[in-house]
T-cell receptor
């Protein structure tokens, strides 16, 4: 099955610094990747849709200048949390759609736990 | 905007008991429906999905779900749960031309020996 990886799995940073999270599709090419945020004991909330070679589409209420998304290749999307603050601490999960399946199924990465001190 | 409701937030069952987790969505158009499972410490995995055809879909590990269009529901079932089914289960609806996956709040299932 389609495999999606994320790196790092955990990151702790100081307030004001920037953190980059990578999302890779390992055995397929993904023209579209998605970034979600999951708060403790809550559901996943879509932050943005990342399209290879074009600008990301952000959901309402998500600051595009704070959460920079780059989808430079068909297997890699990155999310950079700029000037991170404690309220940005969360679990960030990416997913990728495998066009080879002929369906709109998304495959999820293992997530990145971000803690901002 | 579309929404997904999972009414059971926490469910505790004994092994071999039957399971049914409710999922209702609010969206008037064509939907694709999913159930994902998140085992402790692991990432989301696809259990099953419905796109079209037979409204009763079978997934992995003995799970199945039935799409009832008139009730806007997609309940997950398993006749006999195992301890290893302890996990969090998420129902999700795909809309927006296939780009927007909206999740329910999840149901934490604990299966006791």
């Amino acid at each position: 099955g389609a495999v999606v990886s994320q790196h790092p799995s955990r990151v702790i940073c100081k307030s004001g610094t920037s953190v980059k999270i990578e999302c890779r599709s390992l055995d397929f090419q993904a023209t579209t990747m998605f970034w979600y945020r999951q708060f403790p004991k809550q559901s996943l909330m879509l932050m943005a849709t990342s399209n290879e070679g074009s600008k990301a589409t952000y959901e309402q209420g998500v600051e595009k200048d704070k959460f920079l998304i780059n989808h430079a290749s068909l297997t890699l999307s990155t999310l950079t949390v700029t000037s991170a603050h404690p309220e940005d601490s969360s679990f960030y999960i990416c997913s990728a759609r495998d066009p080879g399946t002929g369906t709109d199924t998304q495959y999820f990465g293992p997530g990145t736990r971000l803690t901002v001190l | 905007a579309q929404s997904v409701s999972q009414h059971n937030h926490h469910v505790i069952l004994s092994e071999a008991a039957s399971l049914e987790l409710g999922c209702n969505y609010s969206y008037g158009g064509t939907v694709n429906l999913f159930w994902y499972v998140q085992y402790p410490g692991q990432h989301l995995q696809l259990l099953l999905k419905y796109f079209s055809g037979d409204p009763l879909v079978k997934g992995i590990k003995g799970f199945e779900a039935e799409f009832i269009k008139s009730k806007f529901s997609f309940n997950l079932r398993k006749p006999s749960v195992q301890w290893s089914d302890t996990a969090e289960y998420f129902c999700a609806v795909l809309t927006g031309g296939g780009n927007k996956l909206t999740f329910g709040t999840g149901t934490q299932l604990k299966v006791e020996l």
